[in-house]
């Protein structure tokens, strides 16, 4: 049986940057521990014999395979590049100082 405080509710607020009220806070944290409970049941539920998965269908991946090809060298990539700069590309920033 889970029982997260509002304290810890805060804490994760205050991580995700999320604005939450005083009644948020009550309310999230009743939903987290719904959410914690049901996790713990189904934990007592899949024992070792039950392989993890990640989705309730299988799923076939429909990318093609991955192939290294002959590419650009780095001299020809870089050649009509506007500015580069120690064998890179330069780019104007974007973010202040104070970022």
């Known amino acids: 049986m889970s029982n997260i405080s509002r304290a810890e509710v805060a804490h994760l607020a205050k991580l995700a940057r999320m604005a939450v009220t005083e009644e948020e806070l009550d309310v999230f944290a009743g939903q987290l521990d719904q959410i914690l409970d049901a996790v713990a049941k189904v934990s007592e539920v899949a024992g070792d014999d039950i ?42 920033r974007i973010l202040g100082e104070e970022q």
């Open 51 to 92: 392989p993890p998965t990640s989705h309730a269908v299988p799923l076939t991946n429909t990318f093609r395979e991955d192939v290294v090809r002959p590419g650009l060298t780095q001299e020809e990539a870089l050649a009509c590049a506007p500015a580069a700069e120690e064998g890179r590309f330069r780019v104007p």
